[in-house]
């Protein structure tokens, strides 16, 4: 509609602008440069033209009208500084001070307030208002949002950003005339996984970051871009830093990325950085007892111990690596594992089903833009807690389905989302047949294991549904998200939904699970994977197999074992078990100290330049804009002065820079290719009539940082591990009234607190993986047995 | 002449009843025009030509109103009835309700006729609960006798009407907040345009009209167009629902034909109470701008010779004050009105409405001062018509009216402390 719109011609204190008609007149004159002053327009945002703050004087209009909503039509006269705007705009300048308590010298917003700065231009210097001003009590939102609520200016921005942004209605307004007071009516901490934008959109000093509240002034702090490093998107940011520290962390616009937009996670998680286990300093381990080295013995014994797997024994020689990592560190670490003589390199750390899909799989990415996602007129979204997940992928999807997109998610439990969708919720070991229901309504039509599923599904109208929607659909999409890529039956996931793509015509993309998930994979950091993700047929472990099989030495990088890899009870006991095993970590962690040999302290995300690739495989690149902490060094170097110790070629680099110069020379030619899945004998693993656990990874659980960042460890998200079950299935495991459960997975068995949730499917016990609670289990798809605790 | 539209059934026993409607000639408008087929249009020009305004405040022509509906745009289409009645001083569309709730019903099925409305609704204030119940007893007769519901009368026209009970805010009677309302927000006007025509209930092109205007269309529809403006005067069509009220012997609703002499006005509402003096009168509801009693007595009651005298007949509330009232503590009384009523979603109107309620209460009260007159003229000026809806202007209105005619008494206030009227000023002969 808005392409066919004719171009008007209006006049602006005198100037000639084009526009569209139909167009709000703020969006002509921010286009063209002219300033009008507002408060409750936000270009995200609907208008609500409620603070009067931008009134303007339009030719043969009687009243001044709002330019956030006054529509342009062609011929028209309008006066932004004319007397009687001025005097419009003068006018509720002075209302909106008289309650206002002006206590900017001690308000988080001061100097970078909007009310402070237009007020500048339009307030008066002494207030005509003599009288009382109100008082507003502050609602406690939780630990994100601070509030300050004398100061609002009920522009409202903060409520229409949840309603009609994040999608769940938090605050509202309450209350009429001067006793309008934005809250959430019955007082709780917030839910939602942008909260953190309303800080942002508040143009006062009425909500504001609550971990940095009154850390530092505004004009004290410099600003530096960088990116997120959580998840598939890599928001763009600003880190504030004083003093060489990151004070906080606010959205850098881009619209393709993040729009105005971050999650909680992007924009607290900063507080990972300074948390009291960072170590400081390398260590080693003598005889079975820590102590505090400097670098060069601590990188003699790494290189001793890295040195012993050099040659025949090569094989035996393995490497973890955090999929959050940068591309620089991860193409190093490959070029140092593949120096070293060993294929065996891996950052697909939660997956478990590594089996073969043919000699040219899929590129895991996205496959298309992020932006594409809102476009999508139906998508099936295969194992996602997408909002949890993926927060702002999730919040591109819920604009496409605002715009009546069908979306359909197939998961191991119901998750709670902003938009409307079916939402097929069965056990774990139901999900493939689900699936193969599916695709057997689309008339897939398949050969081998891949048959047999699918001639032995039941479609029912709903899959049928899903089959006929995609079908139907111009632009559908398909995605594969974090409890997919984590079920011992991925490859069969992948297959039918590949199979089920091609079928229906839709893009088949993936939601990847870290950072630099797709990074990883193009700087060859994955087991049978070089550089340009070119297949190699060399020897090669994948995670899985790495730490399955037990290997003589190891180099970890960026990982806490017990809560990032799929089978934390495993992992840490084979690595305890391996003769040597060098820690790049920023942490200093008693699981480390039990499984390590040698730590050595790495910088994190802000204290390192470096690249992420996200989902929708965009190069970000990052500086390093503070030093890192104590003697932690960029791991990029300590990868290259490792390489040099070992006396590996090509390890000369001078900047990160030239790490990845050199990549991108490997990369030329590379082009994520849509692939064919040939999927050889592949059986059904995960077969149980009995319960079988669900492991998602909460948000706040996702990697080494966000765990270790206080304020978000407090929302109502974050969690130390819980088992749910719906009410049926608890009374059936004899545990309606149980307070604590014990989980028995395997030879392993914990403990935890009982939620019960009708979530959760009949046949599904939920119990989050990469949190201490359930550090002690073993894969977060298995069957577990439940008994009162 | 009295009683001929509104009220045209008053004078018979319980008029409120289907059957005594009917022996009125109640329903045969409706029936006409089903039976006929008249078309919309015709209806329309008839209404047009009566010169009936709008009786809710505004006065605007409600066949011009009418018209901003096409009535064969696809989809839904709806018609709703103002009877939120807020303002202080206006109760007439209660007595509508409880009097005449079948002239009001058939006024609605018509004009949902004329615009292609299926579905009807009429917001009642939450206060009226005797009236509420009176307006659903006459739903049921209309529903049973077949005057509402599906294919009404054979002819194919299906409407159905719901009352809508409000909860007590005077703002839901502008009429975007009471459509919020009736949808189940919070009652807060929107921003216009879009008007209610283009934009209005769910969405959809709505006609919204006050309970007067749309029970006076029956009998407009049976006598004429001209007949009904001839009742009245020039630019002021037909008859009028006075509700006076003040310091008269005998307060109530009137229904009189526009132009009536003020004076006739109050003879009808039994003279001055006690013998006393007229001191000013508010004539078109509490927004509107006081005129000095002197002047008034001069005034015929329609819109133009209202306005002239630089105030507004708006819904036709009349409060009449005697010598007794201080002006600063009536305007006190009103000003906290709107002070309390505003909606508070926009800043002006929030924030401009405590502020003057602010400055006349510390006049009110013996702590004003000399500069205070000039803050209440500029802060009123700040106000109209830098607002999402009207409830500014009304807020604003009476204090710029009060500083124009008894300027003198506020300055009294602000330099005695007290009042320059005896006693307590609240207007003793109440
Ligand atoms: C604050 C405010 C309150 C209003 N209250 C009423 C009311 O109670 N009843 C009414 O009919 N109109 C009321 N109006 C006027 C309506 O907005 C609207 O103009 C009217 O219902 C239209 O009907 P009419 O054209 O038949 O007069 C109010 C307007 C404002 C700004
Ligand atoms: S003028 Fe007052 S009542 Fe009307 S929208 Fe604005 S704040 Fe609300
Ligand atoms: S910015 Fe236009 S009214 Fe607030």
């Given at each position: 509609m808005?392409?066919?719109?004719?171009?008007?011609?209006?006049?602006?204190?005198?100037r000639?602008?084009?526009?569209?008609?139909?167009?709000?007149?703020?969006?002509?004159?921010?286009?063209?440069?002219?300033?009008?002053?507002?408060?409750?327009?936000?270009?995200?945002?609907?208008?609500?033209?409620?603070?009067?703050?931008?009134?303007?004087?339009?030719?043969?209009?009687?009243?001044p009208?709002?330019?956030?909503?006054?529509?342009?039509?062609?011929?028209?006269?309008?006066?932004?500084?004319?007397?009687?705007?001025?005097?419009?705009?003068?006018?509720?300048?002075?209302?909106l001070?008289i309650?206002?308590?002006?206590?900017?010298?001690?308000?988080d917003?001061?100097?970078?307030?909007?009310?402070?700065?237009?007020?500048?231009?339009?307030?008066?210097?002494?207030s005509?208002?003599?009288?009382?001003?109100?008082?507003?009590?502050?609602?406690?939102?939780?630990?994100?949002?601070?509030?300050?609520?004398?100061?609002?200016?009920?522009?409202?921005?903060?409520?229409?950003?949840?309603?009609?942004?994040?999608?769940?209605?938090?605050?509202?307004?309450?209350?009429?005339g001067?006793?309008?007071?934005?809250?959430?009516?019955?007082?709780?901490?917030?839910?939602?996984?942008?909260?953190?934008?309303?800080i942002?959109?508040?143009?006062?000093?009425?909500?504001?970051?609550?971990?940095?509240?009154?850390?530092?002034?505004?004009w004290?702090l410099?600003?530096?871009?960088?990116?997120?490093?959580?998840?598939?998107?890599?928001?763009?940011?600003?880190?504030?830093?004083?003093?060489?520290?990151?004070?906080?962390?606010?959205?850098?616009?881009?619209?393709?990325?993040?729009?105005?937009?971050?999650?909680?996670?992007?924009?607290f998680?900063?507080?990972?950085?300074?948390?009291?286990?960072?170590?400081?300093?390398?260590?080693?381990?003598?005889?079975?007892?820590w102590r505090?080295?400097?670098?060069?013995?601590?990188l003699?014994?790494?290189?001793?111990?890295?040195?012993?797997?050099?040659?025949?024994?090569?094989?035996?020689?393995?490497?973890?690596?955090?999929?959050t990592?940068?591309?620089?560190?991860l193409?190093?670490?490959?070029k140092?594992?593949?120096?070293?003589?060993?294929?065996?390199?891996?950052?697909?750390?939660?997956?478990?089903?590594?089996?073969?899909?043919?000699?040219?799989?899929?590129?895991?990415?996205l496959?298309?833009?992020?932006?594409?996602?809102?476009?999508v007129?139906?998508?099936?979204?295969?194992?996602?807690?997408?909002?949890?997940?993926q927060?702002?992928?999730?919040?591109?999807?819920?604009?496409?389905?605002?715009?009546?997109?069908?979306?359909?998610?197939?998961?191991?439990?119901e998750?709670?989302?902003?938009?409307?969708?079916?939402?097929?919720?069965v056990?774990?070991a139901?999900?493939?047949?689900?699936?193969?229901?599916?695709?057997?309504a689309?008339?897939?039509?398949?050969?081998?294991d891949?048959?047999?599923?699918i001639?032995?599904?039941?479609?029912?109208?709903?899959?049928?549904?899903?089959?006929?929607?995609?079908?139907d659909?111009?632009?559908?999409?398909?995605?594969?998200?974090?409890?997919?890529?984590?079920?011992?039956?991925?490859?069969?996931?992948?297959?039918?939904?590949?199979?089920l793509?091609?079928?229906?015509?839709?893009?088949?993309?993936?939601?990847?699970?870290?950072a630099?998930?797709?990074?990883?994979?193009?700087?060859?950091?994955?087991a049978?994977?070089?550089?340009?993700?070119?297949r190699?047929?060399a020897?090669?472990?994948?995670?899985?197999?790495?730490?399955?099989?037990?290997?003589?030495?190891?180099?970890?990088?960026?990982?806490?074992?017990?809560?990032?890899?799929?089978?934390?009870?495993g992992?840490?006991?084979?690595?305890?078990?391996?003769?040597?095993?060098?820690?790049?970590?920023?942490?200093?962690?008693?699981?480390?100290?039990?499984?390590?040999d040698?730590?050595?302290?790495?910088?994190?995300?802000?204290?390192?330049?470096?690249?992420?690739?996200?989902?929708?495989?965009?190069?970000?690149?990052?500086?390093?804009v503070v030093?890192?902490?104590?003697?932690?060094?960029?791991?990029?170097?300590?990868?290259?002065?490792?390489?040099?110790?070992?006396?590996?070629?090509?390890?000369?680099?001078?900047?990160?820079?030239?790490?990845?110069?050199?990549?991108?020379?490997?990369?030329?030619?590379f082009?994520?290719a849509?692939?064919?899945?040939?999927?050889?004998?592949?059986?059904?693993?995960?077969?149980?009539?009995?319960?079988?656990?669900?492991?998602?990874?909460?948000?706040?659980?996702?990697?080494?940082?966000?765990?270790r960042?206080?304020a978000?460890?407090?929302?109502?998200d974050?969690?130390?591990?819980?088992?749910?079950?719906?009410?049926?299935?608890?009374?059936?495991?004899?545990?309606?009234?149980?307070?604590?459960?014990?989980?028995?997975?395997?030879?392993?068995?914990?403990?935890?607190?009982?939620?019960?949730?009708?979530?959760?499917?009949?046949?599904?016990?939920?119990?989050?993986a990469?949190?201490?609670?359930?550090?002690?289990?073993?894969?977060?798809?298995?069957?577990?047995?439940?008994?009162?605790? | 002449?009295?009683?001929?539209?509104?009220?045209?059934?008053?004078?018979?026993?319980?008029?409120?009843?289907?059957?005594?409607?009917?022996?009125r000639?109640?329903?045969?408008?409706?029936?006409?025009?089903?039976?006929?087929?008249?078309?919309?249009?015709?209806?329309?020009?008839?209404?047009?030509k009566?010169?009936?305004?709008?009786?809710?405040?505004?006065?605007?022509?409600?066949?011009?109103?009418?018209?901003?509906?096409?009535?064969?745009?696809?989809?839904?289409?709806?018609?709703?009835?103002?009877?939120?009645?807020?303002?202080?001083g206006?109760?007439k569309d209660?007595?509508i309700?409880?009097?005449?709730?079948?002239q009001?019903i058939?006024?609605?099925?018509?004009?949902?006729?004329?615009?292609?409305?299926?579905?009807?609704?009429?917001?009642?204030?939450g206060?009226?609960?005797?009236?509420?119940?009176?307006?659903e007893?006459?739903?049921?007769?209309?529903?049973?006798?077949g005057?509402?519901?599906?294919?009404?009368?054979?002819?194919?026209?299906?409407?159905?009407?719901?009352?809508?009970?409000?909860?007590?805010?005077?703002?839901?009677?502008?009429?975007?907040?009471?459509?919020?309302?009736?949808?189940?927000?919070?009652?807060?006007?929107?921003?216009?345009?879009?008007?209610?025509?283009?934009?209005?209930?769910?969405?959809?092109?709505?006609?919204?009209?006050?309970?007067?205007?749309?029970a006076?269309i029956?009998?407009?529809?049976?006598?004429?167009?001209?007949?009904f403006?001839?009742?009245?005067?020039?630019?002021?069509?037909?008859t009028?629902l006075f509700?006076?009220?003040?310091?008269?012997?005998?307060p109530?609703?009137?229904?009189?034909?526009?132009g009536?002499?003020?004076?006739?006005?109050?003879?009808?509402?039994?003279?001055?109470?006690?013998?006393?003096?007229?001191k000013?009168?508010?004539?078109?509801?509490?927004?509107?701008?006081?005129?000095?009693?002197?002047?008034m007595?001069?005034?015929?009651m329609?819109?133009?010779?209202?306005?002239?005298a630089?105030?507004?007949?708006?819904?036709?509330?009349?409060?009449?004050?005697?010598?007794?009232?201080?002006?600063?503590?009536?305007?006190?009384?009103?000003?906290?009105?709107y002070?309390?009523?505003?909606?508070?979603?926009?800043?002006?109107?929030?924030?401009?409405?405590?502020?003057?309620?602010?400055?006349?209460?510390?006049?009110?009260?013996?702590?004003g001062?000399?500069?205070?007159?000039?803050?209440?003229?500029?802060v009123?000026?700040?106000?109209?018509?830098?607002?999402?809806?009207?409830l500014?202007?009304?807020?604003?209105?009476?204090?710029?009216?009060?500083?124009?005619?008894f300027?003198?008494?506020f300055?009294?206030?602000?330099?005695?402390?007290?009042?320059?009227?005896?006693?307590?000023?609240?207007?003793?002969?109440?």
């Amino acid at each position: 509609m808005s392409e066919d719109r004719a171009t008007v011609t209006i006049e602006v204190d005198g100037r000639e602008i084009q526009a569209k008609a139909g167009d709000m007149l703020i969006n002509v004159t921010d286009a063209a440069g002219i300033p009008i002053p507002r408060f409750c327009y936000h270009k995200k945002l609907s208008v609500a033209a409620n603070c009067r703050m931008c009134l303007v004087e339009v030719e043969n209009v009687p009243k001044p009208l709002p330019a956030c909503a006054t529509p342009v039509n062609d011929g028209m006269k309008v006066y932004t500084r004319s007397p009687k705007a001025i005097a419009a705009q003068k006018g509720t300048m002075e209302f909106l001070l008289i309650n206002h308590p002006l206590d900017c010298p001690i308000c988080d917003q001061g100097g970078e307030c909007e009310l402070q700065d237009v007020a500048m231009g339009y307030g008066g210097d002494v207030s005509r208002f003599v009288e009382a001003k109100r008082v507003v009590p502050n609602p406690d939102l939780g630990p994100l949002v601070s509030t300050d609520m004398t100061r609002c200016i009920h522009c409202t921005r903060c409520v229409r950003f949840g309603a009609e942004i994040a999608g769940i209605r938090e605050l509202g307004a309450t209350g009429r005339g001067e006793h309008m007071r934005i809250g959430t009516y019955v007082e709780h901490a917030l839910n939602s996984e942008l909260s953190g934008n309303i800080i942002d959109v508040c143009p006062v000093g009425a909500l504001t970051s609550k971990p940095f509240r009154f850390r530092a002034r505004a004009w004290e702090l410099t600003q530096f871009d960088g990116i997120a490093p959580h998840d598939a998107v890599g928001a763009n940011i600003h880190l504030h830093v004083q003093n060489g520290k990151v004070m906080r962390v606010v959205p850098k616009e881009n619209e393709a990325i993040n729009e105005t937009w971050i999650s909680d996670r992007d924009r607290f998680s900063y507080e990972g950085l300074y948390s009291s286990d960072r170590l400081m300093q390398p260590m080693l381990k003598d005889n079975g007892a820590w102590r505090e080295v400097e670098w060069e013995e601590a990188l003699e014994a790494a290189v001793n111990g890295l040195r012993a797997a050099m040659g025949s024994d090569s094989a035996q020689f393995g490497t973890l690596i955090a999929p959050t990592s940068t591309v620089e560190e991860l193409y190093l670490a490959q070029k140092l594992t593949r120096g070293l003589g060993s294929g065996n390199i891996d950052h697909r750390l939660r997956q478990t089903d590594f089996r073969s899909l043919g000699d040219h799989p899929p590129f895991p990415w996205l496959n298309g833009a992020i932006a594409d996602l809102e476009d999508v007129d139906a998508a099936l979204v295969i194992g996602s807690h997408t909002r949890k997940e993926q927060p702002l992928l999730a919040h591109r999807l819920r604009k496409a389905a605002l715009k009546g997109a069908y979306v359909a998610l197939l998961n191991p439990f119901e998750v709670p989302l902003s938009h409307d969708a079916e939402q097929i919720a069965v056990s774990p070991a139901s999900m493939v047949a689900e699936l193969a229901a599916i695709a057997k309504a689309a008339g897939v039509k398949a050969t081998g294991d891949l048959k047999k599923r699918i001639d032995g599904a039941k479609p029912d109208d709903r899959h049928k549904a899903i089959a006929q929607r995609l079908r139907d659909a111009g632009h559908g999409r398909i995605l594969l998200g974090n409890l997919a890529a984590a079920h011992p039956d991925y490859v069969l996931l992948q297959a039918l939904a590949s199979e089920l793509a091609q079928t229906v015509g839709a893009g088949l993309g993936y939601l990847p699970v870290a950072a630099n998930s797709v990074g990883a994979a193009i700087a060859g950091a994955e087991a049978g994977r070089l550089p340009g993700w070119k297949r190699t047929d060399a020897a090669a472990l994948d995670a899985g197999a790495m730490l399955e099989k037990g290997l003589r030495t190891y180099l970890i990088a960026g990982i806490d074992p017990e809560l990032d890899c799929a089978n934390p009870a495993g992992a840490v006991a084979t690595l305890a078990g391996a003769e040597c095993v060098v820690a790049l970590t920023a942490y200093r962690t008693p699981t480390l100290e039990q499984v390590a040999d040698v730590m050595l302290p790495m910088a994190l995300f802000a204290e390192t330049s470096g690249t992420y690739v996200n989902g929708e495989g965009t190069w970000q690149g990052a500086r390093g804009v503070v030093a890192p902490v104590g003697k932690a060094r960029p791991a990029w170097k300590i990868l290259r002065v490792l390489g040099n110790l070992l006396g590996l070629e090509g390890f000369d680099y001078e900047s990160a820079d030239a790490v990845r110069s050199e990549l991108e020379a490997e990369c030329e030619g590379f082009e994520p290719a849509a692939g064919e899945i040939e999927l050889g004998d592949a059986a059904l693993m995960l077969q149980n009539d009995g319960l079988v656990r669900a492991g998602d990874v909460p948000i706040y659980a996702a990697d080494t940082l966000v765990r270790r960042a206080g304020a978000l460890q407090h929302t109502p998200d974050a969690t130390t591990g819980f088992v749910s079950l719906n009410p049926t299935e608890a009374a059936r495991a004899g545990l309606a009234d149980a307070r604590e459960v014990r989980v028995t997975q395997g030879e392993n068995s914990v403990t935890l607190p009982l939620e019960i949730d009708p979530a959760v499917p009949d046949g599904c016990v939920r119990i989050p993986a990469g949190v201490p609670g359930s550090a002690g289990l073993g894969v977060p798809f298995g069957a577990v047995g439940l008994e009162k605790g | 002449m009295a009683n001929e539209v509104c009220f045209r059934t008053l004078d018979l026993d319980r008029p409120w009843l289907l059957e005594q409607y009917q022996s009125r000639g109640g329903y045969e408008v409706l029936s006409r025009i089903l039976k006929e087929q008249t078309p919309p249009s015709e209806i329309i020009e008839e209404v047009k030509k009566s010169g009936l305004r709008g009786r809710g405040g505004a006065g605007f022509p409600t066949g011009v109103k009418w018209g901003f509906i096409n009535r064969d745009a696809p989809g839904e289409k709806y018609i709703v009835c103002n009877s939120d009645e807020g303002e202080p001083g206006t109760f007439k569309d209660r007595d509508i309700l409880r009097y005449n709730p079948h002239q009001l019903i058939e006024g609605m099925a018509i004009a949902a006729y004329v615009i292609g409305a299926r579905r009807g609704y009429n917001y009642i204030r939450g206060e009226f609960w005797e009236p509420y119940e009176r307006f659903e007893a006459a739903l049921e007769e209309a529903r049973e006798a077949g005057f509402l519901g599906d294919d009404i009368l054979g002819s194919g026209f299906d409407f159905e009407l719901h009352a809508h009970l409000g909860a007590g805010a005077y703002i839901c009677g502008e009429e975007t907040a009471l459509l919020e309302s009736i949808e189940g927000k919070k009652g807060q006007p929107r921003f216009k345009p879009p008007f209610p025509a283009q934009f209005g209930l769910y969405g959809r092109p709505t006609i919204i009209n006050n309970t007067e205007s749309l029970a006076s269309i029956p009998e407009i529809l049976r006598q004429g167009g001209d007949w009904f403006r001839e009742l009245g005067v020039e630019n002021s069509g037909g008859t009028k629902l006075f509700a006076v009220s003040g310091n008269v012997n005998n307060p109530g609703v009137f229904e009189v034909r526009m132009g009536m002499p003020f004076a006739e006005l109050l003879e009808l509402a039994g003279g001055m109470k006690e013998g006393r003096q007229l001191k000013a009168v508010i004539p078109g509801g509490s927004s509107a701008p006081v005129i000095p009693g002197a002047q008034m007595m001069d005034l015929t009651m329609d819109y133009d010779a209202i306005q002239k005298a630089g105030s507004m007949l708006g819904s036709g509330a009349v409060i009449v004050l005697d010598d007794s009232n201080c002006m600063v503590k009536v305007l006190e009384r009103m000003s906290y009105f709107y002070h309390e009523e505003s909606c508070g979603q926009c800043t002006p109107c929030r924030e401009g409405t405590g502020w003057l309620y602010r400055v006349v209460h510390r006049i009110e009260t013996g702590q004003g001062r000399p500069e205070d007159l000039d803050l209440l003229d500029d802060v009123a000026t700040k106000i109209p018509g830098r607002t999402i809806c009207a409830l500014g202007d009304a807020a604003a209105m009476p204090v710029s009216g009060m500083l124009r005619h008894f300027r003198d008494e506020f300055a009294y206030h602000v330099e005695h402390g007290r009042c320059m009227v005896g006693g307590n000023g609240n207007g003793n002969s109440n």
